[in-house]
T-cell receptor, first 115, second 115 residues
Framework: AQTVTQSQPEMSVQEAETVTLSCTYDTSESNYYLFWYKQPPSRQMILVIRQEAYKQQNATENRFSVNFQKAAKSFSLKISDSQLGDTAMYFCAFMKPTNDYKLSFGAGTTVTVRA | DVKVTQSSRYLVKRTGEKVFLECVQDMDHENMFWYRQDPGLGLRLIYF???????EKGDIPEGYSVSREKKERFSLILESASTNQTSMYLC??????????????FGQGTRLTVV
């Protein structure tokens, strides 16, 4: 399995502030996909954002954006204007472009947004 | 509205029991997955299937088996449950097209406790 590392077990942020979650990965592949998933207390995993390694432009989805540094094998997630509903566990995940579509996940970062 | 449904949200079983975890998807997806989620370890792949009656081992298949007799249903079987299989189990499905540009959808998880 690919190695995906999330070094921050927990983070806390004030409502309306910005928080950045880090993720590094290890691979010898040249093309692959990276994802951030959100798991709120309801336990429903939700895809937040995805990035294809061949695309140099960083992906953005509303208040969520990534900083993809391919050479450094780094894929951080920035949550801007944090909202109470952003409180969740966030998982970074890696997928090779093979037909099995297996995801390799990091250990997760618990984000708490304070009112 | 796409859906992956796991038969139980909570399950308590005794050591040595045979346990079945059921997962059904209504999206006609070819690929289905079983992950195990543990604190500090993230999600780890147990088994996956890319077609009816086809199965492949993931990263931690020991103590588990699977069955896929119909395209929409993927069952995880614990032949003889042990306390170290106490965990959250997540099922996912994904279409076989689009690579990483198509989303994997997750069920809401089954929290299994083996006593």
């Amino acid at each position: 399995a690919q190695t995906v590392t999330q070094s921050q077990p927990e983070m806390s942020v004030q409502e309306a502030e910005t928080v950045t979650l880090s993720c590094t990965y290890d691979t010898s592949e040249s093309n692959y996909y990276l994802f951030w998933y959100k798991q709120p207390p309801s336990r429903q995993m939700i895809l937040v954002i995805r990035q294809e390694a061949y695309k140099q432009q960083n992906a953005t989805e509303n208040r969520f954006s990534v900083n993809f540094q391919k050479a450094a094998k780094s894929f951080s997630l920035k949550i801007s204007d944090s909202q109470l509903g952003d409180t969740a566990m966030y998982f970074c995940a890696f997928m090779k472009p093979t037909n099995d579509y297996k995801l390799s996940f990091g250990a997760g970062t618990t984000v708490t947004v304070r009112a | 509205d796409v859906k992956v449904t796991q038969s139980s949200r909570y399950l308590v079983k005794r050591t040595g029991e045979k346990v079945f975890l059921e997962c059904v998807q209504d999206m006609d997806h070819e690929n289905m997955f079983w992950y195990r989620q543990d604190p500090g370890l993230g999600l780890r792949l147990i088994y996956f299937s890319y077609d009816v009656k086809m199965k492949e081992k993931g990263d931690i298949p020991e103590g588990y088996s699977v069955s896929r007799e119909k395209k929409e249903r993927f069952s995880l079987i614990l032949e003889s449950a042990s306390t170290n299989q106490t965990s959250m189990y997540l099922c996912a499905s994904k279409t076989g097209t689009g690579g990483g540009n198509t989303e994997a959808f997750f069920g809401q998880g089954t929290r299994l406790t083996v006593v």
